[in-house]
């Protein structure tokens, strides 16, 4: 069991030399880009068009095929240094030990993640109108609530994804729920308006991390044939919906205030109830990360610090998880990507690190995305889909409550938002399913759901029926998740594997960005209360007509 020093000290290296089997065992790759379809940077097609294709068959791995595979990546990454071959090595090593038991259980423990990040992003909005009551400010005015938490998300968002890449996943990945989780707990005492919202933007320091953090830790472990998965981790997204609307359902109807000329913080404890028991199930989460599951240090970090040993033993206690095998030993590392003492700058410097992160962003890594025509129109459609659907997801979602409460009484108006949330579940399952469907795939599943999305977010508009008002909210939170699944999943197939951090990093930076304007344009754009609905459905319909226009289908494809 770790110990609290473990939080950020490096885990000693267990050996399992068991589980080491000859490099024979490893099948060979049918091409020399067929090795890793996350990492290879080339499909299948292309590799056959300039002619590298077809020198390997399947059968037993050998080290001079290794050895071809691994100059073939880098000569299309770019990169040639010691740390980057090895971790060619390591991507190899990892596919050959498929999908087991470690990675279901980091499915589990990343999908806690995603359940945070939806878990406050509604609390807040599930609080709005009681604060707005308790703390004297308008309805449109408690929006900057949610302004202050979409600043904490970018801030944590940039932070812990250059953190990770410098000083290791696993303190990154255990400390964004603790801070989340702490900072919740305070928040919940919050003793005026701008205190509560400074301790929502601390709280969003730990929350925007979950996705980059959890993302990368779940990516680096999961076998290429299984990338579909990445769909169904919206499916915790919903759970995170589900478990705030049931707690605000029970708590702020029950024990809040009628009116803003009554209310005082005694008799308006709901909201505190609330954020209290989301700050606690958020600690809760990141004690089972830490108590309950070991997760090994990212073999492609500790390589990158020098620590080749540590990050063979990593893959090692990896497969000793899974109840397999693996041919990776240091002799392998040493023969294919470099032998210490030739090589006598093994890691990287953290100021290295974090140059290689921030590269992300520079004009020398976001060029390739615009190599061709065809990857330069998808990379322009697929940020602008991620700015429009982030701006107008939040302008409705965000704000679901104050819509709904116009019409009806508190009771209701939590209730059906926790029938909301319900429908939004399965949404994420079908789209798992539709994605590898032939004539569908990821576009068709995709622009269909935006398509219904948008329209029934006019439709709920058309009426104050709260009854047809409940029903056009569930049926768009179920396709809504769908689109959502679907594109975080599709998003990184189609960027070029060298370039992949870049696109997908920009995608979910414009996302923020736009989340953060959403209730700013809420509060100043008009005095219709539901003119901010009216302009959800007109940006979730220009991400379907951009959907339509995306030239790559990646559906049953190697990727780029």
């Keep these: 069991m770790p110990n609290w020093k473990d939080l950020f000290a490096n885990r000693e290296r267990r050996q399992f030399p068991e589980v080491v089997v000859p490099l024979a065992h490893g099948s060979a790759p049918k091409d020399a880009y067929s090795s890793d379809n996350s990492n290879s940077g080339l499909d299948r097609s292309s590799s056959q068009e300039k002619g590298t294709a077809g020198s390997y068959s399947s059968g037993p791995l050998t080290l001079e095929a290794l050895r071809v595979e691994v100059e073939a990546d880098i000569g299309a990454s770019g990169h040639n240094t010691v740390y980057d071959r090895k971790a060619k090595i390591i991507n190899r090593a990892v596919q050959d030990i498929g999908m087991g038991r470690y990675q279901w259980g980091l499915f589990v423990l990343c999908g806690m993640g995603w359940v945070a990040d939806n878990l406050w992003l509604q609390g807040v909005a599930l609080t709005l109108t009681p604060i707005a009551k308790e703390f004297g400010v308008s309805e449109n005015e408690s929006r900057f609530a949610t302004c202050s938490l979409f600043v904490g998300l970018i801030i944590g968002a940039s932070f812990w994804g250059i953190a990770s890449d410098a000083i290791g996943r ?23 308006w701008v205190g509560t919202c400074a301790l929502y ?22 076998p290429p044939n299984s990338s579909n998965i990445l769909s169904g981790l919206a499916t915790w997204w919903s759970v995170g919906t589900l478990i705030a609307s049931m707690l605000a359902w029970a708590f702020i109807p029950n024990f809040s205030c009628e009116s803003i000329e009554t209310c005082t913080r005694a008799n308006n404890w709901g909201w505190r109830y609330l954020v209290l028991t989301l700050g606690a199930i958020t600690f809760a989460m ?35 998880k899974n109840k397999t095998t693996t041919w990776l030993t240091e002799e392998i590392m040493n023969e294919v990507g470099g032998y210490p003492e030739e090589n006598k700058k093994q890691s990287l410097s953290t100021g290295e690190i974090i140059k290689r992160s921030l590269e992300r962003f520079s004009v020398q890594q976001i060029k390739p995305l615009f190599r061709t025509k065809r990857l330069a129109v998808s990379t322009i459609l697929i940020w602008f889909c991620w700015t429009c659907i982030g701006m107008g997801y939040t302008l409705f979602n965000a704000f679901l409550p104050q819509y709904l409460s116009a019409n009806s009484s508190t009771y209701i108006t939590y209730r059906n938002y926790a029938i909301t949330a319900v429908c939004g579940i399965p949404g994420p399952l079908l789209g798992w399913y539709t994605v590898d469907i032939k004539y569908i795939g990821r576009k068709g599943t995709m622009a269909a759901s935006t398509l219904i999305t948008g329209v029934l977010l006019f439709c709920f508009t058309a009426t104050k029926d709260p009854n047809i008002q409940l029903l056009c909210s569930s049926l768009e939170s179920f396709f809504q998740m769908i689109m959502y699944g679907v594109l975080y999943a599709y998003t990184p197939e189609v960027f070029p594997a060298p370039n992949r951090g870049t696109g997908s990093g920009i995608a979910s930076c414009l996302n923020r960005i736009a989340g953060l304007m959403a209730p700013i344009i809420g509060i100043y754009a008009s005095t219709d209360p539901i003119a901010p609905i009216y302009a959800a459905g007109a940006l979730i319909l220009a991400a379907f007509v951009a959907m339509c226009f995306l030239p790559i289908e990646t559906q049953g494809k190697q990727s780029m």
């Design 286 to 320: 990141f004690l089972c990360r830490f108590f309950l599951f070991t997760l090994y240090e990212s073999p492609k970090f500790l390589v990158s610090r020098g620590r080749q040993d540590e990050a063979v033993a990593a893959v090692q206690e990896i497969a000793h």
């Design 170 to 192: 696993r303190p990154a990945f255990n400390m964004t729920l603790c801070i989340c989780g702490t900072f919740g707990l305070a928040a919940g005492g919050g003793p005026n």
């Design 201 to 222: 933007a601390c709280l969003g320091l730990g929350v925007g991390g979950n996705l980059p953090v959890d993302a990368a830790v779940f990516l680096e472990c999961l």
